[in-house]
């Protein structure tokens, strides 16, 4: 019996490898159940590691630093786990969570998400921009923003990100980094395959949608 087990597992092997994972998360009723239970108390002892650059309140000042505040636990820990697993990296961020178990991962997202999001102070959007999260663009198979990321760019369950009240900076960078393959930690290629038919002049507008930064 063991034997057929290991053999079907070689079997599979393969496949697993030519799909390239993306995310080694996959979000059954067990993980969305222990990621609603990271303690959150040991969560705000964990991020005086990160406040440095995240922000004593989540709400970062540092140039190309996301802020954390109010983001869902869910997406919040899948990062985490992603750039711990090496399926998202960044020189700065791989070294940070090297520390990081599972657990501790969940009890830093849990800890975030309990924080106040920057109020998203939307500036003059252009009306493309508007188009974009509105409508998206049929001809390039573009679909709304919001459909995903929620009206109010609030973000949806599990693992889609609230974009309101991000730093603008942020923004362009991570869209920039899906467009080039370089950030691929989306799973199904969701967020690779709407960034690769952006035009850059839409990610900064799109970014300046969404952004919001906080005053120091
Ligand atoms: C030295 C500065 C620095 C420190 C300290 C730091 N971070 Fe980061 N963090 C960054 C930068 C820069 C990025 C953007 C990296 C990228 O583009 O992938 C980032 C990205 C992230 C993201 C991805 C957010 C998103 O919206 O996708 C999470 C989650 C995160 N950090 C959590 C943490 C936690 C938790 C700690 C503490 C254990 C921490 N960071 C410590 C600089 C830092
Ligand atoms: C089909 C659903 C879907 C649509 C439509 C969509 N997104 Fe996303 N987006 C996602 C998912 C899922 C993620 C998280 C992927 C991951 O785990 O890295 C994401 C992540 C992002 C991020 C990264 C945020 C962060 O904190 O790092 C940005 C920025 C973003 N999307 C912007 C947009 C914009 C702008 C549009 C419209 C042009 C859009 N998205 C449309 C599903 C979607």
């Not at 599979?12 to 067990?30: F, G, K, R």
């Not at 990621?35 to 922000?55: D, E, I, P, W």
């Not at 070294?95 to 309990?114: E, I, K, P, R, Y």
Request: charged residues 15%; contains cysteine.
């Amino acid at each position: 019996m063991m034997n057929k087990i290991i053999l079907f597992l070689m079997l599979c092997m393969p496949v697993v490898v030519y799909a390239e994972a993306s995310s080694t998360i996959a979000w059954t009723p067990e993980t969305l159940n222990f990621v609603k239970h990271g303690n959150a108390v040991k969560g705000k002892a964990l991020a005086q590691s990160c406040t440095g650059c995240h922000g004593e309140q989540g709400l970062s000042a540092m140039p190309e630093t996301p802020s954390l505040a109010g983001q869902l636990a869910t997406y919040t820990y899948k990062q985490l786990r992603d750039y711990a697993n090496n399926l998202r990296s960044n020189p700065t961020m791989s070294a940070m969570v090297q520390g990081l178990n599972a657990q501790d991962s969940a009890d830093l997202a849990v800890w975030f998400s309990t924080l106040p999001a920057s109020l998203g102070a939307t500036s003059n959007p252009t009306p493309n921009a508007e188009k974009l999260v509105q409508q998206g663009d049929g001809k390039r198979i573009i679909p709304p923003c919001a459909v995903c990321h929620g009206a109010n760019g609030q973000g949806e369950k599990m693992d889609i990100p609230a974009l309101t009240g991000q730093r603008g900076d942020y923004l362009i960078k991570t869209l920039l980094d899906y467009k080039s393959g370089q950030r691929h930690n989306d799973v199904y290629s969701r967020m690779r395959v709407i960034a690769q038919q952006l035009k850059e002049s839409e990610i900064n507008e799109l970014a300046k949608y969404y952004q919001h930064t906080p005053k120091p």
